[in-house]
């Protein structure tokens, strides 16, 4: 690969974009990766919930796809990079983090309200907490890729 070149393919006038690279590489390649990778678990996870057993727990199979949905959109926009990906990205981890939140709370809360588990309730537990971890980190590298983007 030529200087001239980078990740997203020939440069323009100004040489590679910075954006692409700094919000998808180091940290943000980890996030990529688990954002994938919670994104195929969660979608799994609901897809097989929602095909063999919906009507025993309709809201709590939907919310693990909706989970799936905002881990697969969140991917994306780390990976498109630049100040639109940046704002996708935050926007998902935000919808994200309410959503742990306010699901956990609510299954610990009223246990009746989920009779089968979601990626979300109990905060996650049933995936060793990550998925009320994630989105912090992600907003966490978001706002700091936002601050050395302010600088320059």
Do not use: N
Request: proline fraction near 6%; charge should be positive.
């Amino acid at each position: 690969m030529s200087e001239a070149t980078g990740p997203a393919g020939p440069a323009g006038p100004a040489g590679p974009t910075r954006s692409h690279e700094t919000i998808s590489s180091g940290p943000g390649r980890v996030l990529v990766g688990l954002y994938a990778l919670f994104a195929l678990a969660a979608g799994a996870r609901a897809g097989v919930q929602i095909a063999t057993k919906f009507s025993e727990a309709p809201l709590a199979f939907l919310l693990s796809a909706l989970a799936a949905v905002l881990y697969l959109i969140a991917t994306v926009g780390f990976i498109r990079g630049g100040s639109g990906g940046r704002r996708l990205a935050m926007a998902c981890c935000a919808v994200e983090l309410l959503g742990v939140l306010s699901v956990g709370t609510a299954s610990l809360v009223d246990r009746t309200a989920f009779p089968d588990a979601t990626v979300w309730s109990g905060f996650g537990r049933g995936y060793g907490f990550v998925p009320l971890v994630l989105p912090v980190l992600g907003l966490l590298w978001l706002r700091t890729f936002q601050s050395k983007e302010s600088r320059s």
